[in-house]
């Protein structure tokens, strides 16, 4: 009679020998109480059609929401563009000036002259802060020019990108423009659509592309950076993101020194913040708010805000005054190499009363750039009144007022004031909320003109008419 057990058993365990003597009969039973080894589950299919529908579905919303905006700004700013090529090169007299300043082989290489120039060298070699003294001057400019005047968060994601992507200087700083100009339209549809509606927030982000100034966007400058960050940096204030708008702005100290007037803008709505906390904690005492958090907590995070925001502008400047043996060694660098200095108005005074009456003798006189500036200018001082009577929020209102106040204080090139106001991007909100009420073709069309125009006023006129 056969044992069940081995009846039962694989075939490869009833045909192997017994060791040791043993019978089939004292071969131990095998335990077939135990439970089965557990199988792996299956991955559910509708799970993972779920996810996927929801990614989809979040895709086509972002898309949705952010496609309009980047297709239009990129639309009106690709027009300029090619315009400002197409006028480089017809006219041809970048070829007759200096690499560095104006010139090179094709008219695409006008984009990194000037200050793009310095950005490059700075992300080749770095900085050596120094003020070397001209031999034998005695003029406005006193000291050698040096790479410590600007600011390195631009040069250095130009090296980052450059190292990342194997292209060039000039290629890779180019990019970094572009995509942060982008980055700029949807901040500044955001922070306006929080005012005027999504429809202007579009209206925006359209007049960023064709703004006097707005040439420098896509070039191997700092401003588009820059904007992107102050915009985010303003967006997280009304949002009352204070951690993330403390970082955003600590960012644009180490982009540009205009950075102050966020930095005063932020403190300013921190401390309004602050004291609207105070008052609700007087009112209800410590008690959860609406939101579920005890309402002291919310102290502590616009006061973080306010002691990260300076941090970027203040350790670059204390950087460049401890390598110059200095500690006001950036001021005296620009005033000594660039003849910038705050002079109360003094040189905008100076220019405003020279151009209507056809004289040129003031500083840095570049005539036809000189009268866009003063375009801009004006057209600042009317825009902003209209600003204040939508009552925005007050990071946006001392952010404009304080840029405004710093470069028309200021002695420099004044050709240069009209991208020097670029980060005053709070003065497209009224106009984009009178411009939302015009159609979508109408609106599209008096962009497109604007657009057309940019190429020469923000563009040829900036770059080879005067000095960038």
């Not at 043993?22 to 071969?27: H, L, M, N």
């Amino acid at each position: 009679m056969n044992d069940p057990s081995l009846t039962n058993a694989p075939s490869y365990e009833r045909n192997r020998p017994h060791a040791e003597g043993r019978s089939p009969a004292t071969e131990p039973p095998y335990n077939t109480s135990l439970p089965p080894a557990p199988s792996p589950s299956p991955i559910s299919l509708t799970s993972l059609t779920s996810t996927a529908r929801q990614r989809w579905a979040r895709l086509c919303r972002a898309a949705e929401h952010h496609g309009p905006v980047l297709a239009l700004y990129g639309a009106l700013k690709l027009i300029g563009f090619c315009v400002f090529m197409y006028l480089l090169d017809s006219s041809g007299d970048f070829r007759k000036k200096d690499p560095r300043f104006g010139g090179g082989a094709h008219a695409w290489d006008v984009l990194a002259t000037w200050d793009g120039w310095w950005y490059q060298q700075i992300a080749a070699h770095g900085y050596h802060p120094a003020l070397v003294p001209v031999p034998g001057a005695s003029g406005l400019i006193t000291i050698e020019g040096n790479s410590a005047a600007f600011f390195p968060l631009y040069p250095a994601l130009m090296r980052l990108v450059s190292s990342c992507t194997g292209l060039g200087l000039f290629g890779a700083g180019l990019l970094v423009s572009v995509a942060a100009s982008f980055v700029a339209a949807l901040a500044i549809h955001a922070v306006t659509a929080r005012i005027g509606g999504r429809r202007a927030g579009l209206a925006a982000a359209g007049l960023w592309a064709v703004w006097p100034g707005s040439g420098m966007e896509w070039s191997g400058y700092s401003e588009s950076l820059y904007v992107a960050l102050a915009a985010w940096a303003c967006y997280a204030v009304m949002r009352h993101h204070w951690i993330t708008a403390g970082i955003l702005t600590c960012a644009t100290g180490l982009t540009r020194p205009t950075a102050t007037a966020l930095i005063a803008a932020l403190a300013v709505a921190a401390l309004l913040a602050v004291h609207r906390q105070r008052r609700e904690v007087r009112r209800w005492g410590d008690a959860p708010g609406p939101d579920g958090k005890r309402r002291r907590v919310k102290f502590l995070r616009p006061l973080i805000a306010v002691a990260i925001a300076p941090l970027g502008l203040f350790g670059y400047l204390g950087w460049v005054g401890y390598r110059m043996g200095d500690h006001s060694g950036y001021f005296k660098l620009q005033e000594g190499a660039w003849a910038h200095t705050f002079d109360y108005g003094k040189h905008t005074l100076d220019v405003f009363t020279s151009l209507p009456v056809g004289h040129f003798d003031y500083l840095f006189a570049y005539p036809y750039e000189d009268f866009i500036g003063v375009g801009t200018v004006l057209l600042a001082l009317i825009v902003l009144p209209l600003l204040l009577r939508l009552r925005p929020p007050a990071v946006l209102v001392v952010h404009t007022v304080l840029t405004i106040a710093l470069v028309l204080g200021s002695q420099q090139i004044f050709g240069n004031i009209s991208r020097y106001l670029l980060p005053a991007f709070p003065l497209f909100i009224p106009c984009a909320v009178a411009m939302r009420r015009l159609s979508t073709p109408v609106l599209c069309t008096v962009l497109g003109i604007a657009a057309l125009a940019s190429g020469s006023y923000a563009g040829y006129v900036l770059f080879e008419l005067g000095v960038p």
